[in-house]
């Protein structure tokens, strides 16, 4: 029993990292359409920043150590946002409707991110000391749930309920959904779509950050940090279904169950190949994802 | 009000509209008339800009809006309501709506204009909380008109908006379209290819052929036995 609710808590906070890489490009490819292979370089420009700013809250704030991490939240999202902003605005505004150029440009783009990162930090990985408040975790019948895996649990549920209410509440987040369905129509209505498109990839580029933040908690970061969980969130937001942001939270805690699962009876090697076999299966049935939109006028 | 000079377009290689020329009055309908084909919803297409004109000029106010983007005319006053009416099909009705205010300025009393909106169209009240695509084709057809109606327009650019729609359904729309145009002064070119429908709701009308215009005038001085040749299949 302890050892099943012990894999199911794995599997969900696998599921919930496997989320966060993902929320970001389920609106920049989810929504947008476009494939950025810099996502992975933006979620490692997050980590990057919380480190800078662990750094200088050591070297000039000692005394509030324990609060640097609040800090850094807003700090990883909004240079990545900022990161991305740019991008939109220089490339990758060029290379809409052009998908195989933008795959290109975007993979340079990561390359160069790379680089830089090994230039200003250093090629070896660096380490983020999580606050002290997060380590440790809840006993419960002899099981223990780490006080990072939850943190990183609540802070996901967070971003996407605040995800969730930006796309469906604001009359911003209403924009988006709008040039997403029809950008012609949208542009006949008033609607700026350059600004929006803008936006969103901002917003999108924003929680690949966050992403970034959440991940130094479970382990030191590194110039090619963002290349190991490129394919994973492609696949997250691929199996999800493109267009909606619950297909992308069910697919992502699909795969980490499945993941831990299958990784508990066989080994690492051998879950990574099942789950893949299954979605290329899955997918075979239901090429559109899990949650596929659906309307009298779309059929 | 709305000028198009000398207009030629179409897409890529094939021209559509050759050399056209229109004016519309405010307070006018104007309907554009002519056989599947001719060019109608090109030239709605050109004037909302989605499409640019190879040729010609399109001029609004007295100003040169031949190449701004659609976003920029729509908030100049231009309101367009496209062929296949285009609802946001995944939103509600209340948020398709509400998306008509984006050609607006911000500080706006957005509950006056939809109490408005709803006096012409009381059916939209009773379903803001549906999705706009799970709407009938009537439904959809006075969403996508009042989506329009709320940004305001002084010009509105009707393509088939009675096309495949129950009489009953007709009726109010004509009704609607006639009102806006006489009570609000709102210039109204209204794409038809039904003869007697156009003529029945029209001040001006302008008969389109393979792309040029055919025949012009004043639907009061003008017999539907006249211009009928151009419209018979």
């Given at each position: 029993?302890?050892?099943?609710?012990?894999?199911?808590?794995?599997?969900?906070?696998?599921?919930?990292?496997?989320?966060?890489?993902?929320i970001?490009?389920?609106?920049?490819?989810?929504?947008?359409?476009?494939?950025?292979?810099?996502?992975?370089?933006l979620?490692?420009?997050?980590?990057?920043?919380?480190?800078?700013?662990?750094?200088?809250?050591?070297?000039?704030?000692?005394?509030?150590?324990?609060?640097y991490?609040?800090?850094?939240?807003?700090?990883?999202?909004?240079?990545?946002?900022?990161?991305?902003?740019?991008?939109?605005?220089?490339?990758?505004?060029?290379?809409?409707?052009?998908?195989?150029?933008?795959?290109?440009?975007?993979?340079?783009?990561?390359?160069?991110?790379?680089?830089?990162?090994?230039?200003?930090f250093?090629?070896?990985?660096?380490?983020?000391?999580?606050?002290?408040?997060?380590?440790?975790g809840?006993?419960?019948?002899?099981?223990?749930?780490?006080?990072?895996?939850?943190?990183?649990?609540?802070?996901?549920?967070?971003?996407?309920?605040?995800?969730?209410?930006?796309?469906?509440?604001?009359?911003?987040?209403?924009?988006?959904?709008?040039?997403?369905?029809?950008?012609?129509?949208?542009?006949c209505?008033?609607?700026?779509?350059?600004?929006?498109?803008?936006?969103?990839?901002a917003?999108?580029?924003?929680?690949?950050?966050?992403?970034?933040?959440?991940?130094?908690?479970?382990?030191?970061?590194?110039?090619?940090?963002?290349?190991?969980?490129?394919v994973?969130?492609f696949?997250?937001?691929?199996?999800?279904?493109?267009?909606?942001?619950?297909?992308?939270?069910?697919?992502?805690?699909?795969?980490?169950?499945?993941?831990?699962?299958?990784?508990?009876?066989?080994?690492?090697?051998?879950?990574?190949?099942?789950?893949?076999?299954?979605?290329?299966?899955?997918?075979?049935?239901?090429?559109?994802?899990?949650?596929?939109?659906?309307?009298?006028?779309?059929? | 009000?709305?000028?198009?000079?000398?207009?030629?377009?179409?897409?890529?290689?094939?021209?559509?509209?050759?050399?056209?020329?229109?004016?519309?009055?405010?307070?006018?309908?104007?309907?554009?008339?002519?056989?599947?084909?001719?060019g109608k919803?090109?030239?709605m297409?050109?004037i909302?800009?989605?499409?640019?004109?190879?040729?010609?000029?399109?001029?609004?106010e007295?100003?040169?809006?031949?190449?701004?983007?659609?976003?920029?005319?729509v908030?100049?006053?231009?309101?367009?309501?496209?062929?296949?009416?285009?609802?946001?099909?995944?939103?509600t009705?209340?948020?398709?709506?509400?998306?008509?205010?984006?050609a607006?300025?911000?500080?706006?009393?957005?509950?006056?204009?939809?109490?408005?909106?709803?006096?012409?169209?009381?059916?939209?009240?009773?379903?803001?909380?549906?999705?706009?695509?799970?709407?009938?084709?009537?439904?959809?057809?006075?969403?996508?008109?009042?989506?329009?109606?709320?940004?305001?327009?002084?010009?509105?650019?009707?393509?088939?908006?009675?096309?495949?729609?129950?009489?009953?359904?007709?009726?109010?729309?004509?009704?609607?379209?006639?009102?806006?145009?006489?009570?609000?002064?709102?210039?109204?070119?209204?794409?038809?290819?039904?003869?007697?429908?156009?003529?029945?709701?029209?001040?001006?009308?302008?008969?389109?052929?393979?792309?040029?215009v055919?025949?012009?005038g004043?639907?009061?001085?003008?017999?539907?036995?006249?211009?009928?040749?151009?419209?018979?299949?």
């Open positions: 029993m302890s050892v099943f609710v012990t894999q199911l808590f794995n599997g969900l906070s696998l599921g919930s990292i496997m989320l966060f890489i993902a970001g490009l389920a609106i920049t490819f989810g929504l947008m359409g476009v494939i950025n292979m810099a996502h992975g370089e979620i490692m420009v997050g980590a990057y920043a919380t480190y800078v700013v662990q750094q200088f809250f050591a070297q000039y704030a000692p005394q509030s150590m324990d609060y991490y609040v800090i850094a939240i807003p700090v990883s999202f909004f240079v990545s946002a900022l990161l991305g902003l740019g991008l939109e605005k220089s490339l990758i505004h060029h290379l809409y409707h052009r998908p195989l150029d933008s795959l290109l440009a975007t993979w340079g783009v990561s390359l160069i991110l790379q680089q830089m990162a090994r230039t200003i250093g090629a070896p990985n660096v380490a983020v000391l999580p606050p002290e408040w997060l380590d440790g809840v006993h419960v019948a002899g099981m223990v749930f780490p006080y990072k895996r939850l943190f990183i649990l609540a802070f996901v549920a967070v971003s996407i309920f605040v995800l969730y209410m930006y796309l469906n509440k604001t009359a911003a987040g209403r924009r988006i959904r709008a040039v997403t369905l029809n950008r012609d129509m949208a542009a209505l008033g609607i700026s779509t350059q600004k929006v498109d803008a936006y969103a990839f917003i999108g580029s924003g929680f690949a950050g966050l992403a970034g933040c959440a991940l130094t908690l479970l382990g030191p970061i590194g110039p090619t940090i963002g290349t190991y969980y490129i994973d969130a696949m997250v937001v691929i199996l999800g279904g493109v267009g909606k942001v619950i297909g992308t939270v069910l697919g992502a805690f699909g795969i980490g169950l499945i993941g831990t699962l299958t990784e508990y009876s066989t080994s690492a090697t051998m879950a990574k190949v099942i789950t893949f076999a299954l979605i290329i299966v899955f997918l075979q049935w239901k090429p559109s994802g899990l949650v596929s939109m659906k309307t009298r006028s779309l059929d | 009000m709305l000028s198009v000079r000398n207009v030629t377009a179409g897409y890529e290689q094939s021209v559509v509209l050759e050399n056209v020329s229109m004016d519309v009055q405010k307070g006018c309908v104007t309907a554009v008339l002519g056989r599947n084909g001719v919803t090109t030239l297409k050109s909302i800009g989605l499409i640019k004109p190879m040729r010609g000029n399109i001029e609004w007295g100003e040169d809006i031949t190449s701004l983007p659609p976003e920029q005319r908030r100049r006053g231009i309101g367009y309501v496209p062929q296949g009416r285009e609802i946001f099909p995944t939103l009705v209340e948020e398709n709506l509400l998306l008509g205010f984006e607006l300025p911000k500080k706006i009393n957005s509950s006056h204009v939809l109490e408005e909106i709803y006096e012409l169209f009381p059916i939209l009240k009773d379903m803001l909380h549906r999705k706009g695509g799970d709407l009938s084709g009537g439904q959809q057809q006075q969403l996508a008109i009042a989506r329009a109606l709320i940004g305001q327009p002084k010009l509105l650019l009707l393509d088939e908006p009675m096309e495949g729609i129950q009489p009953s359904i007709v009726q109010l729309i004509r009704d609607v379209i006639m009102k806006i145009a006489k009570e609000k002064m709102v210039g109204i070119v209204l794409v038809e290819h039904s003869l007697d429908l156009a003529f029945s709701c029209a001040d001006y009308f302008y008969i389109f052929d393979r792309g040029i055919v025949a012009q004043h639907v009061s001085k003008t017999s539907k036995s006249d211009v009928q040749q151009f419209l018979t299949v």
